[in-house]
């Protein structure tokens, strides 16, 4: 555990029990470090996998060695091919990077493709396309 000086003798790493500047200080570069981590952090999208057309809609197949044992099915509708493949080069993103691509794209608010966005990188980070 790091030493936070004697304000912050009784800080854990999971709140603070003493209150105090030098402890609030703390706090605020971990929420900040925190907040880079999972707010800021860019999406990439894996290599080795090509979008094919199939009917309405879109497939990913793995294609490459590094994807020789995903054993999934990822269906894209026209949207969500439509950003795979401004993310599929490997340039890194993040739902506010979607947003404007929804946005110039499409006749849809600000709002909702943030939305969409957000649910979308869910989605990719789950199926295990994108790191």
């Known amino acids: 555990m790091e030493d936070y000086g004697t304000d912050c003798a009784d800080y854990d790493g999971s709140g603070l029990k ?4 030098r402890c609030l200080n703390v706090t605020l570069d971990i929420l900040i470090t925190r907040y880079n981590q999972y707010i800021l952090h860019y999406m990439k999208a894996k290599q080795g996998f090509k979008l094919r057309p199939l009917g309405d809609e879109y497939i990913l197949v793995g294609e490459s060695i590094e994807q020789i044992n995903f054993n999934k099915m990822i269906t894209l509708n026209e949207t ?44 990719w980070l789950n199926a295990g396309i994108i790191v």
């Open 80 to 123: 969500a091919a439509f950003l795979w493949q401004k993310v599929a080069d490997g340039q890194p993103f993040d739902a506010d990077k979607l947003a404007t691509w929804l946005t110039d794209e499409y006749d849809v608010s600000r709002e909702q493709a943030l939305e969409d966005s957000q649910k979308t990188i869910d989605t």
């Open 18 to 21: 003493s209150i105090g500047i």
